[in-house]
């Protein structure tokens, strides 16, 4: 197949060598630096202390890679806009785009029950640009169980996880998405797919909106979180009302906040996707997590006091060192 990875960032960057380590058509779009380790000396992937490299076509114009079989989209939400105004090249009239990202994809209410369809998250998917440069019946969720880091320009370090869990919108799945999930197993992921893959971004977002922005506020890895007694209970606060968002408009995680915090409890010491964008001074993925969750509570009447607050904070200090607009 031919398959292009959208952001050869961590993740992105492990998906697409793995992919091509077994026998796929891979091409990247990157930028920077990134880009040009990749051109220079090939996409490198440490992972149990060995490093393999992986000689991938790579561009920072799509048009130069040409139609694809599957876009997969690895970027950060607040880099969404950039890709629906450059993801055509790629795409013909079959092409799949699978949204591999933390947070609350912009799709997320197009098949569901709640508001028939109607209802959009401008928060995310602003005059509707996205959902027109990827429409729905092309998309294929992607949640990522899996930690990865970009130690150096065209370097990845796979730390931990390989499980990717693959659904379409509404949870009928067709063809699409059973070639991409045996193409990632084949490539040496725990690909699974989802009957209802709203439930598992939802499941995967309570600990995204709890851990990612407390981390970047205290500097802290997840497991220091977890044995503070006063964070871990704020953190509970928020998975509380994360839960209680979903359910309200039909999407039930179906988890105690005990057992979400164990999730991440048993990753041990990492730090989360946040965190290492604050250190390195990247734009932070705060809209992605945090403004759209809010946008649903307020759509569906939900109280979100913790959420609220927590969104003010980590918007304020990411405001202050220039990593958020």
Same mark, same amino acid.
């Given at each position: 197949?031919?398959?292009?990875?959208?952001? #050869?960032?961590?993740?992105?960057?492990?998906? #697409?060598?793995?992919?091509?380590?077994?026998?796929?058509?891979?091409?990247?779009?990157?930028?920077?630096?990134?880009?040009?380790?990749?051109?220079?000396?090939?996409?490198?992937?440490?992972?149990?202390?060995?490093?393999?490299?992986?000689?991938?076509?790579?561009?920072?114009?799509?048009?130069?890679?040409? &139609?694809?079989?599957?876009?997969?989209?690895? !970027?950060?939400?607040?880099?969404?806009?950039?890709?629906?105004?450059?993801?055509?090249?790629?795409?013909?009239?079959? &092409?799949?785009?699978?949204?591999?990202?933390?947070?609350?994809?912009?799709?997320?209410?197009?098949?569901?029950?709640?508001?028939?369809?109607?209802?959009?998250?401008?928060?995310?998917?602003?005059?509707?640009?996205?959902?027109?440069?990827?429409?729905?019946?092309?998309?294929?969720?992607?949640?990522?169980?899996?930690?990865?880091?970009?130690?150096?320009?065209?370097?990845?370090?796979?730390?931990?996880?390989?499980?990717?869990?693959?659904?379409?919108?509404?949870?009928?799945?067709?063809?699409?998405?059973?070639?991409?999930?045996?193409?990632?197993?084949? #490539?040496?992921?725990?690909?699974?797919?989802?009957?209802?893959?709203?439930?598992?971004?939802?499941?995967?977002?309570?600990?995204?909106?709890?851990?990612?922005?407390?981390?970047?506020?205290?500097?802290?890895?997840?497991?220091?979180?977890?044995?503070?007694?006063?964070?871990?209970?704020?953190?509970?606060?928020?998975?509380?009302? !994360?839960?209680?968002?979903?359910?309200?408009?039909? !999407?039930?995680?179906?988890?105690?906040?005990?057992?979400?915090?164990?999730?991440?409890?048993?990753?041990?010491?990492?730090?989360?996707?946040?965190?290492?964008?604050?250190?390195?001074?990247?734009?932070?993925?705060?809209?992605?997590?945090?403004?759209? &969750?809010?946008?649903?509570?307020?759509?569906?009447?939900?109280?979100?006091?913790? &959420?609220?607050?927590?969104?003010?904070?980590?918007?304020?200090?990411? #405001?202050?060192?220039?990593?958020?607009?």
């Amino acid at each position: 197949m031919r398959i292009c990875v959208y952001g #050869a960032g961590a993740i992105g960057g492990l998906i #697409a060598a793995w992919l091509a380590r077994s026998g796929q058509g891979v091409s990247v779009v990157a930028r920077g630096a990134q880009l040009q380790a990749i051109q220079r000396h090939g996409l490198r992937v440490r992972s149990k202390g060995e490093v393999e490299s992986f000689r991938i076509k790579a561009e920072a114009d799509p048009a130069k890679l040409g &139609t694809q079989d599957y876009v997969l989209v690895t !970027v950060k939400a607040q880099s969404l806009t950039h890709v629906a105004e450059s993801i055509s090249p790629l795409l013909d009239k079959d &092409t799949s785009v699978v949204t591999a990202m933390n947070g609350v994809p912009w799709w997320f209410f197009d098949r569901l029950k709640f508001g028939n369809g109607r209802e959009r998250l401008e928060s995310l998917d602003p005059g509707g640009k996205l959902s027109r440069a990827m429409p729905t019946g092309r998309i294929v969720g992607c949640v990522i169980h899996l930690a990865a880091s970009t130690p150096e320009p065209g370097l990845i370090s796979h730390n931990m996880g390989r499980r990717l869990i693959l659904g379409e919108p509404g949870g009928t799945n067709t063809a699409r998405t059973r070639r991409i999930a045996e193409a990632l197993a084949a #490539a040496g992921f725990e690909a699974v797919t989802s009957e209802f893959i709203e439930k598992e971004f939802w499941v995967k977002l309570l600990g995204n909106v709890s851990f990612n922005p407390v981390s970047a506020l205290t500097m802290t890895t997840a497991d220091r979180l977890i044995e503070d007694p006063e964070i871990k209970a704020y953190m509970v606060q928020v998975i509380r009302e !994360v839960l209680a968002i979903g359910r309200a408009v039909g !999407v039930d995680a179906d988890i105690d906040p005990e057992a979400r915090i164990d999730m991440a409890r048993h990753l041990g010491k990492f730090k989360t996707s946040m965190l290492q964008d604050m250190e390195a001074g990247k734009p932070l993925e705060i809209d992605g997590l945090l403004a759209g &969750t809010l946008e649903i509570a307020k759509k569906a009447d939900v109280s979100a006091p913790f &959420t609220e607050s927590l969104f003010g904070l980590i918007r304020a200090r990411a #405001a202050a060192s220039g990593q958020y607009r």
